[in-house]
């Protein structure tokens, strides 16, 4: 049976209709609906149970008639219902009554215990449970009389919580001596620690009464009496008496940190040799050291800090490091990984002179003696190794290499190689002969080319170029800038006359000195 709303509807469809036909329209069934004048009636879609009913206006415009005016819902909508209804195209039949897992009626739903297989609150848990339970900030907890959990804020700083008793609220208040309990006997053992008992049980962590302390004795058997101590004083012998001492405070604490400097006047020896450390190599070294000398193993060395030096002072061989790869430092420089012994200050030295290395080391000749040396400068630097086609470039005995860097001014001389001369003083001696330079010959059969003096040219220098000059000079050979060759000339000169006057050497003409020879001349005046 068709509700009031929908046969409202139909009458009203019924009235348009008839109010059509009255204006004297034309009343045409076709296929595709009811034509009166103007408008055509029609369902779409056509045929359909569930079809809407349109009225269409010449201009294409469309009105629903389905329900028009009546204000009822449409069919089509989804609509939660207890039962099917016939009325109704898209319903959802809930039942009668709720299902899963609720309860009751429509009218007054409940919801069951658990759900998902899970109950809804686990009401046993721990209190710590951050997912069940919260507080409030820094806070203790305590349960009252009723059994419930009560928050309690923390105290002020160095406040302790005190209990009132089983019934009582707890409560947070600073420690006074009256909640310190009596505890002094706790302190005394069951052996009686005296002089009758010998101290039996006596150690570093007992506390001795007064009583005890009147009974002590010192390894002799002296005993010794309990004097005055006044507040602040420590305890020190004085006599048969044990009495308080001044000055020191509260005394020297078993860690040594608390000491004045104090004057020492006897010496610090350990109770065996070679036993007892100063600082360790954890490291815990002493930051400075200020003694006038410093002896270590046995007198072998002495550190003299008023004379500045460091002293060998015992005859014997000593090593740096123990091996050939060490290296020694004179200066505070760094050397280079292939250098042994090092001497430059770690800054330029200002003043007029300085000499890097200096030593006169004597030797006291054995009397009647008649063999030795005496090596001012005494090396032997020696290759091994090689094979596998090695080429080792050079191998020098003596390398030197003045440096002027950074400097303004004009220096005098450079000296790549100096001998002064030598000092002859006191006694009578008799020297066979001296030598400024000399080079002994070579004594070996695995030498190819020897040379007893050689000398490269200068070529970079703005003035007089002497390769060799001998004597007042007796003897001058020019360098390439001091000589430019010419027909006939040499760059030798040589001294001749009694001057004695120095000239050039020259060569004479073709076959002068025979056939196939020159004559070196010089000239008859300079």
């Not at 069934?29 to 029609?42: D, N, P, V």
């Not at 630097?381 to 950074?406: F, I």
Request: charged residues 15%; hydrophobic residues 40%.
């Amino acid at each position: 049976m068709a509700s009031t709303e929908e046969l409202e509807a139909q009458i009203e469809e019924l009235r348009a209709l008839v109010a059509a036909i009255a204006k004297g329209d034309e009343l045409k069934t076709k296929a595709s609906g009811i034509h009166i004048g103007s408008l055509r009636i029609y369902e779409e879609p056509a045929g359909a149970g569930d079809a809407r009913l349109y009225q269409e206006e010449r201009d294409g415009s469309k009105t629903d008639l389905t329900g028009a005016g009546t204000g009822g819902a449409p069919k089509d909508a989804k609509y939660l219902v207890g039962a099917a209804h016939a009325d109704l195209s898209d319903e959802i039949n809930v039942g009668a009554t709720p299902g899963g897992e609720l309860g009751g009626t429509w009218a007054s739903p409940t919801v069951d215990a658990t759900h998902s297989g899970s109950a809804h609150h686990t009401r046993l848990h721990a209190i710590t449970g951050t997912s069940d339970h919260s507080a409030t900030n820094w806070r203790v907890f305590y349960s009252d009389g009723s059994a419930h959990v009560v928050e309690l804020a923390l105290g002020a700083d160095g406040t302790f919580l005190q209990s009132g008793g089983a019934a009582t609220l707890p409560e947070f208040t600073a420690l006074v001596a009256t909640d310190i309990p009596d505890i002094s006997a706790t302190y005394q053992v069951v052996s009686e620690k005296n002089a009758a008992s010998g101290y039996a049980g006596l150690d570093a962590s007992t506390a001795l009464t007064v009583a005890q302390i009147r009974g002590l004795r010192e390894s002799g058997g002296q005993a010794l009496a309990m004097g005055a101590v006044a507040d602040g004083e420590y305890l020190k012998r004085s006599g048969t008496d044990i009495i308080g001492g001044a000055g020191g405070g509260g005394g020297a604490t078993t860690a040594l940190d608390n000491l004045d400097p104090t004057a020492i006047n006897a010496s610090l020896v350990p109770a065996s040799d070679s036993a007892i450390d100063l600082g360790s190599s954890a490291p815990k070294y002493f930051a400075n050291a200020y003694v006038d000398a410093l002896r270590l193993s046995s007198a072998i060395f002495m550190l003299d800090a008023g004379a500045g030096k460091l002293q060998i002072t015992s005859a014997s061989t000593y090593f740096i490091n123990g091996s050939g790869s060490a290296q020694v430092a004179i200066g505070g420089a760094t050397p280079g990984a292939d250098v042994i012994l090092f001497v430059q200050p770690s800054s330029n030295v200002a003043g007029t002179s300085l000499r890097a290395i200096q030593g006169a080391p004597t030797l006291a000749y054995t009397s009647g003696a008649s063999t030795g040396y005496l090596h001012g400068l005494d090396y032997v630097p020696t290759l091994s190794g090689g094979g596998g086609g090695a080429v080792m470039p050079e191998v020098t005995g003596v390398y030197t290499k003045p440096c002027v860097q950074a400097f303004t001014g004009t220096v005098t001389a450079v000296h790549g190689f100096y001998q002064d001369v030598p000092s002859v003083i006191f006694g009578t001696p008799s020297i066979s002969a001296y030598y400024s330079f000399r080079g002994m010959a070579a004594a070996s059969n695995k030498i190819v080319d020897a040379y007893g003096l050689a000398i490269a040219d200068f070529t970079n220098n703005t003035g007089a170029t002497y390769l060799l000059e001998i004597g007042a000079p007796y003897l001058r050979l020019l360098g390439r800038t001091s000589w430019t060759p010419a027909a006939s000339e040499t760059p030798l000169y040589l001294a001749y006359d009694e001057g004695p006057t120095l000239g050039q050497v020259t060569l004479g003409a073709a076959d002068s000195g025979g056939a196939g020879f020159r004559v070196l001349r010089v000239p008859n005046a300079v």
